[in-house]
C-alpha cells in the first residue's frame, strides 16, 4: 500500500488530539482565510477553496504532521501586489492570476525538489528574514487600515504615502464603519489578552482556554455579522460587507494557458515559493524538534508543491503553512495529519452549507482579524538583540526591512541576500591571524598579543583561523610576507594549520608562492597540525614534495623543538 | 622633498643593474609596443605614446620598483575589442577613443584607491584568472595569423569562425607576406631556444645571454625592414607595413568631452582598470617577495592611476605592467624605478630620431612578435595540476576558459567570479562535522569514523569543522537533530567549537532554537574548547545565559569527565 506511514502506525490515543485541534485550528483558518484573501484582492470563496484540497494534499506528500497549511498573510501580500501590477479589473481575470500563480508556484517548488534544491533558502539569513517579515507586517496592517476607517485609498501606494493619506482623509472616513472596525480591534484583544487571563485565574482546562481564546476572530466575525444584519448598516449606512459567495465545493479546472501571463507571473512566482517555503519550514522545523521528528526538506517541497498545484486547480490561490495557525494546531495537541483532515472537511462543509451566513460579514471585522494576525510579526526584540550582538548585521536588517518598505519585496530580500553573502566573503577574506609563542614550559602555544609567552628569534610560528581559499589568498600572503619584512632575524616559519579545513587551488598557489619566496629570502616553512581531510588531498600536490615531509608536525610544539634540536 | 624614497637611498653601485636593465627593457618594449597597438587596432605611435610618460608617472605613484608599465596584450584585446564595437572607422575619433578609454580607466583607478578597493581583486580566484589569461592567449594568437599569412578576415569574429576562415582562405593568402611571417617565427624561436643554449654552453656572460637573446624581437624587426626595403617588397607585393609615424614626442591633450562615448566606454573601462590591475599586483608581489620587499595594493592603484591617466593625456591608450618585460627587467638586475625612466627615456629617443626607420617595418614581423609573446600564457600545467587537486575547481577553469573563447572576455570573468563564490559557499554551507571519542586513556577525542575511540551512551561530542553562519545554519541543525533522533539514549551533547572562528546572529538564533529544542526533548547541550574572540561576542547573549556557565568548558576531556562525574 502507499499509504503515508502516520496511517500505517495510527494510535486510537491520539484521536482526542487531532478531533480538538481539528476543530480549533478550523475555527481560526474560517475567518483568517477570508480576511487574507481580502488582503490578496480576491474573493472570500477564493481563499476558502484554498483551504480544502491544499490540506488534504499537503498530508499525503509534505512531511509535517502539524504544519496547518492554507493562505498565509505575506504570501496574500505579494499575490496582491502581483496580480495589481498586471493591471486588469475583469474579476474573473483576476481570479484566473491568481490560480495561475499558485500553478507556477507549484511548478517551481516541483522543480526545486527535483534539483534538490532545498538547501538555498540557507542564504535567506536571520537578519534579512526578520527585517523581510517585520515590514511585510508593518505594510499588511497599514493596508487595512482604509478598511477599519472605510476610505477609499488607491492600491498599491507606497506605506509612506498610504499614511499620509490616511492621516489627512481620515475626516472623510466612514463613521458607522469605523465604530465597527474599532469594536472589532477591541474585542480581539480582550480575547487574547485579559479574558484569556481570566480564564487562566479561574484555573479552566488549558485546551479550553486555547479554544476560547482562540474564537476570537469567529465571535468577532459572527458578532459584525449580526450587528450588520440587524441594524441594516450595509443598506442604511453603505457599510462594506463579504456579499454573495456561491455555495458549494470547488470545482477542479485548469488555468486558462496564456504564455504572456505566465512570463508575467513568473518572477513573482519565484519568489512566493521562495517564500512560502522558508516560512513552512521552518515552522516545520520548529515543531517537529521538540518531538524529536525529523523533517525532510525534500519531501517538504514535495508537499507544498502539491498544495499548490491543487489549490490552482480547484480555484484558489498560493499556499504555505501559516506561523499562528500552525502553532494553534501543534499546541492544542495534534498528533497527526489527521487533524489538517479534520480541519479541511469542516472548511468544505461551511463552504458546503454556511457560505449565505457570511453575506452580512463586515469587511471591517476582516481587516481587524488580519491586523492582529501581523502584529505580531514585528520583530523589534530581534533588531535589539541584533544590535547588541552585531552592529553590521543589525545595519543589514535595517536595509532589508527599509528597502521591503519603500520600495517592494523583491528589492528588498535580494539587497539583503547579496549584502549577506558580501559580508560573510568580507569577513572570511580577512581571517584572523597571530603570531603565537609558548605559554611557561607547557605544550601549548598561544596568541602572542593575548598572553605572555616565549618566543625563538630565529622561528616565527604562525596561526591562520580560516580555511584559505581565494578571497583571502592574498591577505595571508601579505600578512606572511609582511611579517617577514618586520622580523629580519627569521630563519623558520611554522604555519599553525588547526582551523583549516579546506584549502582550494587559489590557496594551494598561494602557499606554492609563499614557499619560494621565503625560499629566496633564506626561510624555511613548516605546517603543524594540518587536519585529515586536508592531509588527504594535499599528498600528491607538488607543494607538499617542495616542502618535504621532513618539515611537517604533528604539533606546533614538535616543529619548535624539532627546528631548535637542528640547530 | 617630496621625492619617492628610492630617490633618497639611491646608491651609486645600483647604477650599472639599472642602466642594463633600462636598455634591454626598451629593446623589448619598442617592438612589443608598436605590436600591441596593431593587435588594438591603433597607430604604432599611439602605442609607443603609451610607453614614455606613463612608465615615468607610475615610477613617481607606485610601490614596485621594477614593474615595467606598457602596452600589454590582454588589453590590447580588450581595447580593441571595446572600439570595434563603437563601429567608428575614421582614425582620429579611433584614437580619440583609445585616449578617453585610458583617462577612464584612470579615473577608475583613482576610484578604487578612494575606496580602498584594493582587496576587490581577491574574488579574482586563481582557476579563473587563469581559464581567462589562456582563452585570451589563444584569442590573440588566433588574431595575428591573418596578418602572418597576409589574409584580410573581418574583424570581431569569434575565434572557432576565425579558424574556419583561415583554414578555408589559407590558399588566398599572400605568399611573399606569409614567408615574411613564418621566417620571423622562425628567427624568434631560435633566439629563445638554441641560440640561448649555444651561448650558455659557451660559457658567456649570463648578462649578455639575456641581452642577446631578449634582442630576438628587435631583430627580426630590424631585418623584417632590412628585407622589405632592399626588394621594395611594400610596392612590388603589397607587403603590409607600419608606414609614416609622426616623428617627436606626444603632445599633451584632453580627450575630447563626450558623454555618449564615456557611456559607452564605461563598463570595458571598469574591466579594463580590474584586470589591469590584477595583472600589475600579481607580477609586481611575486617580484618584491623575492626581495623581501612589500607591494602596497592601495599606492599601486595610485601607481596605476597615474599611468593611465598620463597615457591619456599624452595620445596613449590603456596600459599596465607586462609579465614578460618586468621578469626581463627584474632578472637584468634593475635596482630600482632608474631603470624605468632610463627605458622610458630611449622610447623616447626612439620617437624623436627613429620614426622613419619604421616606414618598411611589415606587420607580418610585429605579429610573430605578439605570437611569441603570449604563447607562454596558455597555461594548460594549471589545469593539469587543478585538475588532480580538484575537478570541481578545473570544472570552473574550464568554464571561464570557453565562456572568454566563445562568448567574451566579460561575460567569461563574470561567470566564473559567480560561481566561484557559488562554489565556496556551498562548501562552506556543508561543514564537516564529526561525532567524537577518546582516543585510548589519552585526553584526545577523534573522529569514530576514523580511529577506534571510547564513547559514552548518554554523552554525544559534536566537532563542527567550519564557523557557523547563516548558510550552514540549517545544516547544523539538521545534523544535531537528526543525531538525537538516531541515538535515542543520549541525555547530553558537547559542542567543540576549536575551529569556530565567528558565529554570526543566524547562527546564534540557530544554536538557541538547538539549545530550546533540546530541553523540550530533555537533552542538556554544552560547549567546549570555545575560542577568546568568539566567547568575548557570546558573553552578553541570552544563549549563553540560557546554556548556563556551568555548561561551558575549556576543553572536551574536561567536560566528558564532569559529565560523567555528575551523573
Known sequence: MLLPSWIKTYQTAQLKGDLIAGVIVAIVLIPQSMAYGLLAGLPAEVALYSSVLPIILYTAFGSSRTLAI??????????????AELGISNIDEVINAANTL???????????????LGSIINFLSHPVVSGFISASAIIIALSQVKHIVGLNITEGLAPYQAITHIVTQLPQGHLVTSILGVCSLMLLWWFKGPLANLLKKRAFNP???????????LIVAVTGTLVVYYFHLNTRFEVSVVGYIPPGLPHIILPNYDEQLFK????SALLIALIGYLESVSIAKSMAGQKRQKIDANKELLGLSAANVSSALSG????????????????AGANSPLASIITACLVGLTLSVLTPLFFFLPKAALSAVIIFAVLPLIDTHTL??????????????LITFLTVLFINVESGILAGIIISIGLY?????????????????????????RYKVKTDKEILAIRVDENLYFANTNYLEDNIMGLVADNQSINHIVLICQSISFIDTSALQSLSDILYRLEKANIQLHLAEIKGPVMDKLKDTEFLKKIGTENIFLSTHQAITTLQARR
Open 316 to 331: 484558489g490561490y498560493p499556499v504555505a503553512g501559516g506561523f499562528g495557525r500552525s502553532m494553534v494546531n501543534f499546541t
Open 102 to 116: 499558485a500553478l507556477l508556484t507549484g511548478i517551481i517548488l516541483l522543480l526545486m525538489r527535483a534539483a534538490r
Open 425 to 449: 566573503l568580507h569577513r572570511s577574506s580577512q581571517p584572523h591571524i597571530a603570531v603565537v609563542g609558548q605559554v611557561g614550559n607547557s605544550e601549548h602555544y598561544r596568541n602572542i598579543k
Open 70 to 83: 492554507g493562505p498565509v498573510g505575506i504570501m496574500s501580500l505579494m499575490t496582491g501586489a502581483t496580480i
Open 264 to 267: 508575467q507571473l513568473l518572477p
Open 207 to 217: 485546551n479550553s482556554i486555547k479554544f476560547i481564546s482562540n474564537s476570537g476572530p
Open 384 to 397: 535589539k538583540h541584533t544590535w547588541r550582538y552585531d552592529r553590521t548585521e543589525a545595519t543589514l536588517m
